[in-house]
């Protein structure tokens, strides 16, 4: 018996059963489907994260402070509070080589009004001069605030593009005052679009000196008690630099300032790569957490096609053994069924395919979320499916091979 | 002029079932011999061992002791697989219930076996015409597209039995193939293996019914798993016509 014939027989055998032969790939076509999208999905939030990445700037070094180690007003001296303070900031600028640009970030939320109208839970910026160099940002309209009005606390704001156009739509914002937590402050400057980096849109926020986020917004006695303190330290460095020397020289001298041993550090250093890295172990666990879920899906379909396999046994044993009677071998029964569940497998791993490509596509579509259809997981799911098939039919194919004939041709 | 081996011959067969106390000596030492164009019938009580007779004839299943030696061919040793391919090769089957493919047509029913044959393989167009012919010789030309529910049951087993034809069997075993029939039915039936007899076919059949063993040139009486007598019909056995044209009288009075 050929292979072509057995292929007809299969078909022949699933045609007379329609209902049940779809209802049985439904779950192989849902499982195949499940496994495209979800890693289309996961592949979709990689190429979102990894744009983000690159769009924060280059050859950026995050120092960040940690609590952890002593906490606030624990220790004495310049860092009495831990972490990190706006003088560690002046301190990298002025005593470390090769490097293109130091800010700090600390920020706050306000309500900002302007002739009326009021947009509520804006992030306020408080920074440096630096900040459009490190941040890689280009003003649009105006300029950014300098260095005298960061020390002197003066009350000027820059705005986010998408905060401009919202409060000043067509008139020139230059020179007008807008209303940020009851603080009057100046607009001197609109950012060009920028857009969102790794989960931040900086089109919606104002940027203000860090001072005057000190001084004048500080929202509760906690913030003011904590003083001059900074969340982020933002180091560019230059590209022809050896970022590691860098980093070392940093991490002296910020020991040195806090008086911390190396082995005790209260703040901790992170590069671009650094991110990278962990956004990819994150992304890697997420994908695989997916690819368990699809799998299970296609485990539960070829379930499904060894219980269907096993009732046509049964149902079909007097033809099991009409067969066996005229000449075919255990051999020939076991292809028989086998290629039954094999087809059942592959014509739902091609309908599953399908759907999962449409899937992953209306998915892209209609959702916030990014989908990318990878080749690979088309023919992982499809190859998955091929093997279910097989796996799952192999029992059941030899139940029927084993059948005894003359029990099977008495069988009612 | 050399003989041509015997297509069935058996030595001291014996086949057991169970063991300990719950054993059953169903075969207790049958020495048979049938030779090429005869025609036989098996006959005997229920639990006499008939069907366990004819079952290892069939080489559906194998003897427990003694030897069953087809066509000069020992099979008493064979494997499944091996059996299968004797049985695919060299029998050909008639069943009590005809055990045709529902939903498949009588032309499709008669061609299945022949997906089975291994060597000299016909094309599909080749197994087609040849199963038309066999369908033909069994008078069914007209009904070779037709569903077995759409077919009597006399047609049905004309159908089975031109299954039985289509891989050229040297021997053709039939189980009570009258046994759900009519008796008009089943003097057609009869009629036809009568055909094929006369055109060299060698046919055992087990019957209960022995109205129909008499159409049969030899009658083999088997009683509590031994052959208790073995008789000759005579030279020319009884054509089932007469028998046939009664019936049909009957039918159109």
């Known amino acids: 018996m050929n292979l072509g014939e057995q292929v007809k027989t299969a078909w022949k055998s699933l045609l007379s059963n329609k209902l049940r032969s779809l209802l049985t790939m439904l779950g192989v076509i849902i499982g195949v489907a499940a496994v495209i999208v979800m890693i289309s999905i996961s592949a979709g939030t990689e190429a979102t994260i990894s744009e983000a990445i690159n769009g924060l700037g280059s050859n950026l070094v995050f120092i960040s402070g940690s609590m952890s180690f002593g906490g606030p007003g624990v220790r004495m001296g310049t860092a009495a509070r831990g972490g990190l303070v706006y003088d560690d900031m002046t301190a990298i600028k002025d005593k470390i080589n090769n490097i293109a640009g130091v800010t700090v970030e600390q920020s706050t939320s306000a309500t900002v009004e302007f002739n009326g109208t009021a947009l509520e839970e804006i992030t306020v910026v408080g920074s440096t001069p630096d900040y459009p160099t490190v941040r890689d940002m280009k003003v649009a309209i105006g300029r950014f605030y300098n260095t005298r009005e960061l020390d002197r606390i003066s009350k000027v704001v820059v705005l986010g593009k998408d905060v401009a156009e919202q409060l000043f739509g067509d008139t020139d914002p230059i020179g007008q005052t807008v209303i940020v937590s009851d603080i009057k402050l100046t607009v001197v400057g609109v950012l060009a679009a920028k857009g969102l980096v790794s989960g931040v849109d900086f089109d919606t926020q104002i940027y203000t000196p860090i001072t005057v986020v000190f001084q004048k917004l500080s929202p509760n006695m906690f913030a003011r008690f904590m003083g001059d303190s900074v969340r982020q330290i933002i180091v560019s460095v230059n590209e022809d630099a050896d970022m590691d020397k860098v980093i070392e020289q940093i991490t002296l001298l910020l020991a040195k300032r806090h008086e911390v041993t190396l082995d005790s550090l209260d703040f901790s250093i992170r590069t671009q790569e650094d991110i990278i890295a962990t956004q990819e172990s994150t992304t890697a666990s997420f994908r695989t957490l997916l690819a368990w879920v699809a799998g299970v899906s296609l485990l539960v379909g070829g379930i499904g096609i060894m219980n269907i396999m096993l009732v046509s046994v049964t149902e079909r044993t007097r033809e099991i053994g009409l067969r066996q009677a005229t000449g075919a071998t255990p051999g020939d029964i076991q292809v028989q069924f086998l290629s039954e569940a094999m087809m059942l497998s592959l014509l739902g791993g091609v309908l599953g395919v399908l759907a999962g490509i449409a899937g992953a596509y209306l998915f892209g579509h209609f959702s916030e979320m990014r989908t990318v259809i990878l080749p690979y997981s088309v023919a992982l799911s499809f190859g998955s499916a091929a093997l279910i098939g097989i796996f799952f039919g192999f029992f059941p194919a030899q139940k029927a091979a084993q059948l005894d004939p003359i029990v099977a041709l008495r069988h009612e | ?253």
Do not use: W
């Open chain 2, 1 to 253: 002029m050399d003989e041509q081996p015997a297509i069935i011959q058996t030595v001291d067969l014996v086949k057991v079932y169970g063991s300990g106390d719950s054993e059953v000596i169903a075969l207790d030492g049958v020495n048979i011999t049938i030779n090429p164009g005869e025609f036989v019938a098996i006959m005997g009580p229920s639990g006499s061992g008939k069907s366990t007779l004819l079952n290892i004839l069939a080489c559906l299943d194998r003897p427990t002791e003694g030897q069953y030696i087809m066509a000069g061919e020992d099979v008493s040793g064979y494997s499944r697989k091996e059996l299968a391919l004797i049985r695919g090769r060299q029998l050909g089957f008639i069943f009590q219930s005809y055990n045709l493919l529902p939903r498949t047509s009588a032309l499709e029913n008669v061609m299945m076996p022949m997906m089975y044959v291994r060597e000299d393989r016909l094309s599909m167009h080749e197994r087609r015409n040849k199963a038309m012919e066999v369908l033909e010789s069994v008078g069914l030309a007209d009904r070779s597209h037709h569903l077995p529910n759409q077919l009597s049951g006399g047609q049905q087993q004309r159908v089975a039995i031109a299954r039985a034809l289509i891989n050229d069997p040297i021997l053709i075993l039939a189980d009570e193939p009258t046994g759900n029939l009519d008796s008009h039915s089943s003097y057609e039936i009869m009629e036809l293996l009568h055909g094929l007899n006369d055109r060299g076919r060698t046919i055992v059949m087990v019957t209960h019914e022995p109205d129909i063993a008499h159409y049969t040139q030899r009658i083999l009486q088997i009683r509590d798993g031994k052959l208790a007598s073995d008789k000759k019909n005579g030279k020319m056995p009884p054509r089932p016509q007469e028998a046939l044209q009664a019936t049909e009288q009957e039918v159109s009075a």
